[in-house]
């Protein structure tokens, strides 16, 4: 078998093939050729920035380039003697598992110290985007899942589905089944049929820290008077992108007194919500504008009254101001009645499982 000499590089913004071919060696008017072999076997316009690349050699003869467009999944192009052209993948294994993590500092740093994939922590935090507030997870909390991981040649490609999961808080267990209805609605339920999908995300941004309260009496750090401050600060990086917590439309996204750029939505007849001190705005977010849940309305900033950079986020329910933090988020629509026995047959069957798993 004749012995090559590889070299590997990444596709740079905005090259052409043909450029990239010619970067490794290849003559222009062959790569030409060549670019014309593609046809419907690869589209060269699609070639991303950023994908890996491998030159194979021989004899500083360049003989072989596989352009790689994901874990499994690549094209290879004959680059001497005769041209050619034409796409592999690589086999993928399916495999059943399960995870037991108890937090001891984060989600991330103890979940990743299990040996979880990072898949496995975004869907998860995900599934539990409405029910779990993950910036403030506390020690002795659990997770428990059980999950089909996608594996070629060692390496995680995906997880999913995650059959099955809980989150553990003392005495409190919050499950999250599978069922999936097949209306584009929610996924995951609770044992009692209600979805896990709420009408409002715990928190509009991933935040560093709460840097001020809901409170009636606080200090206010300019002016020095105390007055009530109906609203939580989340103390974040400028450029930090913020969330709509669901779906509404915009009432208004301009210059507030105090508040600088602000976005302020209503949501439906009960519940309106406010954006303070952005940095910028998202594109298409004006007075009007209809929002979907976890769409990005806006950048954190300083603008307005404000120490450093923070998000000023507020609700109100029928006009009165509500604390963030402890309220409860409406149910999205709960399971079909006729489905209820498919999803406590589901749900005793993931808990057989994953309970002949636990290490007693």
């Not at 690869?42 to 003869?61: E, H, I, P």
């Not at 604390?323 to 749900?347: F, K, Q, V, Y």
Request: charged content about 20%; aromatic content about 10%; overall charge neutral.
């Amino acid at each position: 078998m004749e012995n090559y000499d590889m070299m590997e590089d990444r596709v740079r913004p905005g090259e052409a093939f043909t450029s990239l071919m010619v970067r490794f060696g290849m003559g222009a008017d062959d790569a030409l050729s060549l670019a014309g072999l593609c046809d419907t076997v690869f589209d060269v316009r699609k070639m991303r920035a950023g994908n890996l690349v491998s030159a194979f050699y021989s004899a500083d003869t360049l003989k072989y380039v596989i352009y790689k467009r994901d874990k499994t999944r690549g094209t290879v192009f004959k680059t001497s003697d005769s041209l050619a052209v034409w796409n592999f993948s690589r086999p993928v294994e399916t495999v059943r598992k399960y995870s037991d993590v108890t937090i001891n500092s984060s989600l991330w740093n103890d979940m990743t110290a299990a040996g979880a994939p990072v898949s496995l922590i975004v869907a998860l935090s995900e599934i539990y985007a409405w029910s779990v507030d993950f910036f403030s997870l506390q020690a002795g909390d659990r997770f428990k899942i059980l999950y089909d991981e996608s594996v070629c040649d060692g390496e995680t490609v995906s997880v999913d589905p995650i059959y099955y999961a809980e989150f553990i808080r003392r005495d409190r267990v919050v499950p999250a089944i599978l069922l999936d209805q097949g209306d584009g609605g929610g996924r995951y339920w609770n044992s009692d049929g209600s979805s896990l999908r709420k009408a409002f995300l715990k928190a509009p941004l991933k935040f560093t820290r709460i840097s001020s309260g809901f409170s009636y009496h606080r200090k206010h750090p300019v002016s020095g008077k105390v007055r009530a401050h109906t609203a939580v600060d989340y103390a974040a990086p400028t450029g930090t992108p913020v969330m709509s917590i669901g779906d509404g439309t915009v009432l208004s996204a301009g210059w507030t007194n105090g508040g600088g750029n602000t976005v302020k939505i209503r949501h439906n007849s009960t519940y309106t919500t406010s954006y303070m001190h952005l940095s910028r705005y998202a594109s298409g977010i004006k007075a009007g504008s209809h929002v979907r849940q976890g769409d990005v309305i806006g950048y954190v900033g300083a603008t307005g009254v404000a120490t450093g950079p923070h998000l000023d986020f507020r609700v109100w329910k029928d006009g009165t101001p509500v604390n963030p933090l402890t309220m409860d988020s409406p149910s999205g629509e709960p399971i079909r009645p006729e489905n209820l026995p498919a999803l406590d047959s589901a749900h005793a069957l993931y808990k057989h499982i994953i309970d002949s798993l636990i290490v007693r």
